[in-house]
């Protein structure tokens, strides 16, 4: 579009494309419920109850039911049927009392009719392979797991229906000249024969054998018929080198030694896993995704009364090609060959999937969220933004300041505008006139951004009238999140140029929250959490809720069986008690040791290597390698607990801030008073990543963001990101509680684990017990004895080891741990330490053992 001429004075702006008629205005910081839908929405109320645990169970033992009934119904035809075949034929034309009454089978007229239909029209015997495959089906809609693989087996047993009554139907067509359809081998098979012998003959048997032979190839995937090498049988057979993770060192030790002559083998082609690949960076920031979700659009050139012409930067109009996506892709040569590709067991049973644990598990559906079709788009027309523009210019060249150039960009919340200064104008000058900018337009408060990051300009934010409300549903559905490959993506809302902000929580790797009361926080904590449950499964992810006020975070008790972690002792989910938060704090602490010397023994310095790893079936679980799920710990109200606690707050948080992040915790944590005394220094350095909604005081801006600005934002929603030294202006999306309801309902009515994720149970420094006459040694464990040789054997006195071995529950190998330290043969407790052994041989413990017997 041709754009008029202009001086080298004019200025320039950029005016959205008009939007659909007027939406009510919702914002964040509202806490009435969102508009109800009109019409049921059949599809997600279908999904709600197939998902139900109720309706599974009715379903898989109604199944179980009809299958038994179908088996005896059938056994009873191949011996009744001859007589039933009368009764069946007259069952529409006589009464059905009477009709009952002739009926031989066991399961009456119905089991008769079915079994007719069945086995004499059909399949003759092949039929007893469906109650076979109704029951199976059955049982693991009641049981949650297969009794055989569901899928092979039933298209083994319908293969074998149909074979048993082609190769019957042969028999039945040999021996017996009758045309007319056997019990043994059903209509199917009968008739299909007949037609056989009209083209091939008796030679039909030679088809009915090669359908065996095609069924069992393709079946088995029987590749090739391999011949034996008899010039090698005087040769020594070469081992084959097992690289299951279950061998042991010595083992493949040894088998190299033995092999004299190693044959070449195929080298598999290199293994481009997650670990060997770089992550999609944008602008060289791997820590957030910022793409469009709007299709280029014209700008349109307004002029002005004083002259100058205004650029209106579409609000939907797509950035500048310089800030594209761009994959950062390993070179092939690069990449070294996975030498555990071909694995054995990797080969035999597949990549390990954790989420086989719960396979039915089904992701909250988008109509769970409310679609704000007719919410208020931020409406900002043109002759605000020509006023606006000329109070600016007006008001700084009041004070002698004059500009070269100015263009506008209209956000959901704010609009920026963005000034060229005139050669020799001071920046300071400007961003001193913050208030008198802000007298000038009427706002209700204004931000200078002096210069702008990069753009060799300074920016002036000026509140829209109309504010655009961002629902949860549109950043949710948007490609920009759908498509994130990160760990723990999370939404955060929209930025100025209305671009969808997804970060991964995984890099940043903390969070610092404050705002004041009635700001968007808490809303800011439900969207965050609500990013994470539509993104992970619930054995990729585990959440610690800490709420002191008890109230905003109790819509997620019912994801207790699914997302939730708690303590072993623990009775709610979500931790209230300040006692119980100290004790989970540290029970996180005990448990980051525990993943760290996991990943030590598998040599992995991250938990993404160390999952991989497992995935692949290079970890030896029987040496207490697990797949280990991201822990989120999300606190709410970080002062209170400061004020009661302090200290034995203050150090756990510190500490997992400083090293959790390659383990895979990560901390969240939300104050509405970020004063010194709540962010201390030693927790502030941990968290580089700070969130900041709307504050009192222009110090408490500083304090959680090191620079002023938090205390100019509009509230309900509007908030600033700090995150890799720079600032970015969002405005949060908005989710109600009803939403909050649904959603937890939905993932709660799923089939779930049987408890929560415990975390290792922690306790003080008196090892849980005052003195040793807590412990009564006369009423010992019964496997006490063998615990206590189990410990002396290895020297490690952990209840890890003896929960492990002895295939008990946590709490009755820390009650024998408990024993064992009563009776002196290991030492207290010290931390995430094992403890120490003080039994040096089995003679000393047996010695001990009977003197124990003896009292």
Known sequence: MAQPTTSPRQNTLRRPVERNEPRPRLTNGTSGSGPRRQSFNWGAAIDRWFTDQRSTLTLGVLLMVIAIGLLFAFISYLMTGSADQSVVGAAFTQPVAEAATETRNWVGLVGAYVAHVFVFRWFGVGALAFPIIIFLAGFKLTFGYELLPLSRTTTALLFAAVWCSLILGYIVLATNSVETASVWCGGIGYEANVALYGLFGWGNLAFIGFLLFFFVVYFFDVRKISVPDFSRISQPRPKKRNDSPLQTYEESE??????????????PEPDYSPINQEEPHVNGIATSEIIPDKAPAVDSVIPTTTGVTLTIKNRDAVSDTSADEELVTTPVSAVEPDPFEDDDLVSVHGLYDPTLDLPQYQYPTNELLVDYQNSRKANVSDDELTANKERIETTLRNFGIEIDSIQASIGPTVTLYEIVPAKGVRISKIKSLEDDIALSLSALGIRIIAPMPGMGTIGIEVPNKNREMVSMRSVITSDVFNNSKFDLPVVLGKTISNDIYVADLAKMPHLLMAGATGQGKSVGLNVLLTSLIYKKHPSQLKLVLVDPKKVELTLFN??????????????????????????????????MDNRYNLLKDAGCRNLKEYNAKFVKRRLNPEKGHRFLPYIVLIIDELAD???????????????????????????????????????????????????????????????????????????QGDMLLSSNSDIIRLQCPFVDTNEIEEICEFVGNQRGYDDAYVLPEFVGDDGGQSDDKDVDLANRDPMFDEAARLIVIHQQGSTSLIQRKLKLGYNRAGRLVDQLEAAKIVGPFEGSKARDVLVADLQMLEEMLKRLKGE
Do not use: W
Not at 254 to 267: G, N
Not at 671 to 699: C, D, E, M, W, Y
């Open 558 to 591: 019912k994801l207790e069986r699914h997302f939730l972690a708690k303590l072993p002792d623990s009775e709610e989910p979500i931790i209230t008690d300040t006692k119980k938060v100290v004790n989970t704090l540290n029970s996180l602490c005990i448990e």
């Open 254 to 267: 040894l088998e190299l030694d033995e092999e004299q002559e190693p044959e070449p083998h195929y080298q």
């Open 641 to 715: 607990l400061m004020m009661t606690a302090g200290k034995e707050v203050e150090q756990p948080i510190a500490r997992l801030a400083q090293l959790a992040r390659a383990i895979g915790i990560h901390l969240v944590v939300a104050t509405q008073r970020p004063s010194v005394n709540v962010i201390t220094g030693l927790i502030k350095a941990n968290f580089p990543a700070r969130l900041s909604f709307k504050v009192t005081s222009k110090i408490d801006s500083r304090t959680i963001l090191d620079t002023g600005g938090a205390e100019q934002l509009v509230g």
